[in-house]
């Protein structure tokens, strides 16, 4: 629920902080 989201913050070169307790 967020792959593109994640996507698009990498590319920023940001990490994806709302995903990263998402993903835990």
């Known amino acids: 629920p967020g792959t593109r989201y994640e996507a698009k913050a990498i ?4 990490r994806p902080a709302y995903l990263t307790f998402v993903r835990r």
């Not at 590319?11 to 940001?14: A, N, T």
């Open 11 to 14: 590319r920023e070169g940001r």
